[in-house]
């Protein structure tokens, strides 16, 4: 059985993971866009109602996916060419705070944007008091839960997945900017921190993928958006990370690991310690060479950021794609978050140059 992870962007929703196809083209294009570049186009609000409210979400997910049909048809794009089966309604809501609003953390909505979190850190004191959440009374996950089953009346099958984060973005969006001295200083106390993240993360994933497979969509695989990684050391990483990240992978077997555009190549080694680690994704800067070594049976990706995609020359393109092929492919080239400005024409060229330097056959 092919347990491969590919990126996933649905429309609205920040980049996350879904399981594989098996039939996924050598260089194959994955292209989001931020909010702010949907509302340019259509009047969508991307607030408060629109994650709370899924009758609102689900309005506003037709209208994206027709606009990407329209602008870029053929492509693919946000999966809006599938014209059957049950929308995506799920992913994306809350964005990639809902860790963050278990514990409590309020969140701040824009009508242009995802989600941020009320800068509301936790003490000293309430760090070390600090407990996981009983899920089956915590009003946000609740919340979620009811949305889930509103989908499931309206859809049939409840497809879609959360964004869960990592334990340091989590941790970072309770502790702040303080989380970094207590990883240097208060070692003991960040493990704790960790632990009660790893147990909520756990314990919410397990109840929606059941609430998930009650409709008929059977999920078994975790992903880890691990974006600030590179604000700690790959020594930090493994005495302090790497054990929840394995703790995690050990769910389900299966692991999907976001290292956002940066340079992955001090933590790979590490990474590779994690059992089941079927997609993992880095910066064009990254040893791709290394990442294809270590990781021959994963499904690699390359975030490409969208001020490359919407400055660097046809050439330097092409360059980039060629360069990520040999080094990398089969591969997914993701590029995330393009914003309001960024040219129809330049995302085509992308998704025709990944065409014409796939493999065929």
């Known amino acids: 059985m092919n347990r491969q992870l590919v990126s996933y962007i649905a429309p609205g929703a920040p980049a996350t993971r879904r399981p594989a196809e098996g039939n996924e083209p050598f260089l194959r294009p994955e292209i989001g866009f931020t909010p702010a570049w949907y509302r340019q186009h259509l009047p969508i609000d991307f607030g408060e109602r629109f994650h709370r409210g899924p009758a609102y979400r689900r309005q506003c997910v037709v209208q ?10 053929g492509t693919g794009i946000g999966g809006a060419d599938r014209a059957d089966g049950p929308l995506d309604l799920l992913t994306g809501t809350f964005g990639a705070c809902l860790v963050a609003a278990i514990y409590g953390v309020p969140l701040i909505y824009a009508a242009d944007n995802w989600p941020n ?3 509301q850190y936790l003490s000293d004191e309430q760090a070390a008091s600090l407990r996981p959440p009983d899920l089956d009374h915590n009003e946000t996950f609740q919340e979620l839960l009811g949305q889930v089953d509103w989908i499931a009346a309206q859809e049939g099958r409840v497809e879609g997945f959360i964004n869960w984060q990592g334990l340091l973005n989590n941790a970072h969006r309770l502790r702040g900017e303080a989380l970094l001295i207590d990883l240097v200083e208060r070692p003991e106390a960040c493990r704790h921190l960790f632990e009660c993240i790893c147990a909520t993360m ?17 999920l078994q695989f975790v992903t880890v958006s691990n974006c600030l990684v590179n604000l700690v050391s790959p020594r930090t990483y493994r ?28 933590y790979l080694k590490a990474y590779a310690e994690v059992p089941g680690v079927t997609y993992i994704d880095m ?3 990254s040893d791709l060479l290394q990442a294809k070594r270590l990781f021959p049976e994963a ?8 001020m490359d995609l919407a400055n660097k020359s046809s050439a330097d393109l092409e360059a980039d794609l060629r360069r990520i092929g040999q080094e990398c492919g089969p591969t997914d080239m993701v590029c995330a978050d ?24």
Request: glycine fraction near 8%; aromatic fraction near 6%; charge should be positive.
């Open 64 to 73: 994206m996916r027709a606009e990407l049909r329209r602008r870029f048809p």
């Open 117 to 119: 979190c009320a800068h």
């Open 202 to 218: 756990i314990e919410g994933i397990r109840k929606l993928h059941e609430r998930q497979r009650r409709s008929g969509v059977e």
């Open 239 to 266: 005495e302090l990370l790497l054990p929840f990240d394995q703790r995690l992978a050990e769910v389900y077997g299966v692991i999907g690991i976001h290292n956002c555009a940066w340079n992955a190549t001090p």
């Open 283 to 285: 910066g064009i800067g």
């Open 299 to 306: 499904r690699r990706a390359v975030m490409y950021t969208p």
């Open 338 to 361: 393009i914003e309001a400005g960024t040219p129809d024409s330049r995302v085509l060229e992308l998704v025709t140059l990944c065409r014409r330097l796939s493999p065929q056959g």
